[in-house]
């Protein structure tokens, strides 16, 4: 078990890491956040929003502060699986003028992996990216190559309704740990943001962490304790959203094709206890559970036609599905 200087020195770290990145983005607390609670936690981000709300500017703020390599693919409706993981070139060899083939590494061989609009590329390219959100590994013929840790990918996609788009297939949207919706800036943080545009404020992120010092972070959330009732809580959410289960929320029988995977609930438990640990404490409670539900979960419910019909949507169902799962716990 952690001492409470542990506990401190780790949530200090992560404050330096915000005030850092304060220094480019402006407002999407919510956001960054996420994007840090999936990077200890060892997963992976769906960002969804329109273009131009700084996706892209936090990822590469964050693999400078953090002093991690960083890349991004853009996606596109002509971009192959072998421009995203690599390929075998004939490499000319300096002695002799023999020919040997050589793998050459693709832009997913970082740490931090933006994949900008994914969903304007054809599923079979998006694919290219499940063995290594998952695995993290990528094979080129019968040889295996291992990632770099940490490793995260973070997707941006433009909401389906817009032209273009592909939707993601749910077996890919089930590898990433959270889908975070970026919304437009309040009235305040849009007139920050006019303010350091005319004033050409040129601000610089320093790095405050690298490695050595996120694998020293991750280690003190794993030592995060999980009471079994909030362990149940988890538990009970995730089933709440499979309308097969008895648990299943009414709404959720009546308008959920499929619910959530275990997944959902590892994740609910491994992004709780990173929130848990970021404010200051060695213990997760059902409050973390709750906060980081709707990222977690969202992606996860794929709904029918009737909820189409009527309007309803994940971010309804989870509402309803969270309100339900609260109370029976308050009184039990």
Same mark, same amino acid.
């Given at each position: ?9 780790? =949530? ?19 956001? =960054?956040?996420? =994007? ?10 769906? !960002?969804?929003?329109? &273009? ?5 500017? !936090?990822?590469?703020?964050? %693999?400078?502060? *953090? ?9 596109? +409706?002509?971009?192959? &699986? ?9 490499? #000319? ?27 304007? %590329? ?10 290594? *959100?998952?695995?993290? #590994?990528?094979?080129?013929? #019968?040889? @295996?190559? #291992? ?7 973070? %997707? ?5 309704? *817009?032209?273009?788009?592909?939707? /993601? +297939?749910?077996?890919? /949207? ?18 920050r943001i006019v303010e350091r545009t005319i004033q050409r404020e040129e601000q610089v992120?320093?790095?405050? *962490? ?35 289960? &008895? ?27 990173? /929130?848990? /640990? ?7 409670? @059902? ?6 539900? &709707? ?11 009737? %909820?189409?019909?009527?309007?309803? @949507? ?11 799962? @609260? ?6």
């Open positions: 078990m952690g001492t409470q200087a542990t506990l401190q020195a780790a =949530v200090d770290r992560l404050n330096t890491v915000r005030r850092e990145i304060a220094k480019i983005i402006v407002g999407q607390d919510d956001v =960054v956040d996420g =994007v840090l609670i999936c990077l200890l936690a060892g997963g992976h981000v769906l !960002l969804e929003g329109v &273009p131009g709300l700084g996706k892209t500017t !936090l990822l590469r703020t964050l %693999a400078r502060t *953090m002093q991690l390599k960083y890349s991004r693919i853009q996606f596109t +409706p002509d971009l192959m &699986p072998a421009d995203i993981v690599g390929s075998m070139i004939i490499d #000319t060899e300096e002695r002799g003028g023999g020919k040997a083939l050589r793998f050459q590494p693709g832009p997913i061989f970082a740490n931090l992996v933006l994949a900008d609009e994914i969903n304007r %590329a054809t599923p079979k390219t998006q694919s290219a990216l499940l063995e290594a *959100m998952q695995e993290r #590994t990528v094979t080129s013929g #019968t040889t @295996t190559h #291992t990632l770099e840790m940490p490793f995260l990918v973070m %997707a941006t996609q433009n909401p389906i309704e *817009m032209e273009g788009t592909y939707p /993601l +297939p749910e077996a890919q /949207l089930d590898r990433f740990l959270m889908k975070i919706l970026v919304t437009y800036p309040s009235r305040d943080e849009l007139s992120p320093v790095p405050v *962490m690298d490695r050595d010092a996120i694998a020293q972070v991750r280690s003190v959330c794993r030592e995060v304790l999980v009471a079994p009732h909030v362990q149940d809580f988890a538990i009970e959410l995730v089933m709440s959203t499979q309308p097969d289960q &008895p648990e299943a929320h009414e709404l959720t029988r009546k308008y959920v094709r499929y619910g959530s995977s275990p997944r959902g609930a590892q994740a609910l438990v491994e992004c709780g206890r990173v /929130l848990a /640990l970021t404010r200051g404490r060695f213990h997760l409670s @059902t409050e973390d559970i709750v906060h980081v539900a &709707p990222a977690v979960l969202r992606h996860r419910i794929i709904l029918n036609f009737d %909820a189409h019909a009527d309007g309803q @949507t994940p971010e309804t169902i989870l509402q309803a599905v969270i309100k339900g799962v @609260t109370a029976k716990a308050s009184v039990a």
